[in-house]
């Protein structure tokens, strides 16, 4: 298979869907942190591509998909252990963003939706912990789903974040997206839903470049154009810096918990980037932890009277379209805090987030995300259909 976007990091994957289903004759691909039955899972990184025998199943998730008829072509770029949010890989190299070939496609699910973006696939896998399939979605152009936190297990897919992790997935329609849900989370959507409320978070759309902000206008504009009640209010009375920093101490200490070991005793190479978010995952103390966690509970209080039935809320995906490649380390490390500040508030709620490609800026994508309760995923599903229903 021709893969001149380097997304594919194992196109010798392949897996044919059932003759018939609600997917046939579909194609996808998958994160390479997912396992299929006889293939190593090499996580972005080739010291645990030598280390690991391969897998003795396939992930639950992707046997849904294969068994609703779609083939899954191969398995995908990640940034090294999920632990990044750009796309770009010491080891494999950075997939190429097919809407802005100079810029970064976003990770750590950065081959997923490149070969969504590129057309090499109909839809992809990835997984979403601090971000990784949301900034991505936004930064390529596409449809990307982070559904309510353990809505699907994580079986047979390499853990980071325990509290964190989730499985998504990138279309470049809502229909799609909607398709592969039905299957996924056992749902049947036939029809657009509207919620009864929208909170436009201004809080959250502060923290996006005004440039940003003012592309995305438009777009939040029809949103509450077509739900008609529409306030414009703060998602929180905490300032969404303290939140960021909350979910770096809590899921940077999970994941040196998942790969201490393993790194103890490997002594892997890592791009400096990785290396250096494991290094202060492991340096927080627990007082830092336990005022962390204390800080999660509040907030979940906090929102949970804010997000009652029917109410949904939307924010930048990002704060600005992607980021050019191969920017200094000092650059891209502020940039990281931007993105974190705002893919941090459905980390730390374990809630649904459901990005939309509504926007652009000098030509590049941004998306427009919609957030709601937990277990409230069809509702957002219903209305990214009813938006582009309406369009």
Known sequence: MQDPFNAFSDVSVRIEGAANGPLAGLRFAA????????????GGNPDWLASHPPAARTAPVIQALVDAG????????TDELSRGIFGENAHYGTPVNPRAPN??????????????????????????????????????????????????????VMAQAPSFDTIGW??????????????LLGMKLERPILPRRLIVASDAFAVADPATAKALAPAVARLGDLIGNVAHRALSLAALDDWRRHQVALQGREAWETFSQWIDQR?????????????????????ELDLAAKFRDQRRAELATLLDDGTVVCLPTTPFPAPLRGLTRSVMRGQRNSLLTLTCIAGLLGLPQLSMPLAELDGLPLGLSILAEAGADKMLLGLALAEATAR
Do not use: W
């Open 31 to 42: 994160k390479d942190l997912f396992d299929v039955a006889g293939h190593v899972t090499g």
């Open 70 to 77: 779609a083939t899954l072509i191969g398995k995908t770029h």
């Open 103 to 156: 810029r970064v496609p976003g990770g750590s699910s950065s081959g997923s939706a490149v070969a969504v973006a590129a057309s090499l696939v109909d839809f992809a896998l990835g997984t979403d912990t601090g971000g990784s399939v949301r900034v991505p979605a936004s930064f390529c152009g596409l449809y990307g789903i982070r559904p309510t936190h353990g809505r699907l297990k994580f079986d047979a």
């Open 170 to 183: 990138f279309s470049r329609d809502a229909e799609l997206l909607i398709q592969v849900a039905q299957v």
């Open 267 to 287: 002594n892997p190479r890592f791009g400096f980037e990785v290396a250096e978010i494991f290094m202060r995952g492991a340096s927080f103390n627990e007082a």
